[in-house]
């Protein structure tokens, strides 16, 4: 992580570049710890820049609209770019952002992607044969479509003169392991200490909370289980093999998926190669047969029937219904523009994503 030890008598330049639909929570997460590296030094380490397209106000996820620093036309050099980018990244971006980003190259020190902004260095082939850590909803997408990209399922990566990251809050995480990389751990933890933060996670530690869920803890075995199932959606291994690979008999495998998990083994592998199928049906262009067969299906009319038995519609309808525009969305286009802060409308951006009315809300 020697490449990350950006030296400078000035203060570290990083600039974030807001994609429209961008990720509030991702931008902040990343921002504060350097506002707090200013904060408890008394000094100016570092400096930020919010970076758009145009001088037109950019739209988060929830609606907020930020008014960026600077525009792509009259950016300056920077120690580091950020592409900060959110929901339906497949087709918020615009070609000229894309053309831009490969202008940075020998411009800026390193490149790096917050949420899915991954996605968008990958389209620009800023990602060819580098490691790379993207919020796991694109991530199947990213896999597939660029295959010289080296995809993983980490918090965040440092990879050369690249760092690419997940969502949520893990950018706090991954630029916390920056300034201590650059002004040292007594800072970052500090930090740490101010934002009420238990720990600095890893770079390494697994993105889904599934996987390291706290009823896990105590059970490895299932937890190595779920691992190898996600490491192998395309070609489905059998259970027994699971069982014998983590050291257990395929009985005891399907007592523990039935204590933890409230239902069998095979019943979860299956809902995992449909939501891998989910996303890919709504973030890329494969059609329903290249989808069947990357997600395990003997043929495609097979794939159809799990598809509409299990999530309720075929997959033709699934990808139908995440291209049409949101009542919500068209409602406020209408209106006298005055969208700011709005619930309808954040609803209305997430109606593409594939985890859209994906989990029942009950009420209590």
Known sequence: MSEFKLDSKEPIKIGFFLIENFTMLALASALEPLRMANQLSGEELYSWTLIGSTTDLVTASDGIQISPDKTIADVGNYDLVFVVSGINVMESHQPQEIRWLRTLVGRVRVLGGLCTGSYLLAKAGLLDGYSCSAHWECLAALQEEYPLVYCNNHLFSFDRDR???????????????????????????AISDMFVCERIRDSKEPQRVRLSAPNFVNQPKLSEALQLMEANVEEPIELKEIADLVGISRRHLERLFLAYLNCSPSRFYLKLRLERARQLLTQTPLSIVEISAVCGFISAP??????????????????????????????????SGQIGTNSGLSLGKAKSESSFGSVLAIDN
Not at 170 to 182: A, K, R, T, Y
Not at 314 to 319: D, F, G, L, M, Q
């Open 302 to 335: 097979h794939f159809s029937r799990s598809y509409r038995k299990h999530m309720g519609r075929s997959p033709k309808a699934e990808r139908d219904l995440r291209r049409k525009p949101s009542s919500n969305m068209m409602l406020l286009e209408e209106s």
């Open 163 to 189: 760092i690419t990251c997940t969502g949520g809050d893990v950018p706090m995480h991954m630029v916390m392991h920056l300034i201590s990389m650059n002004h040292g751990a007594n800072l970052a933890n």
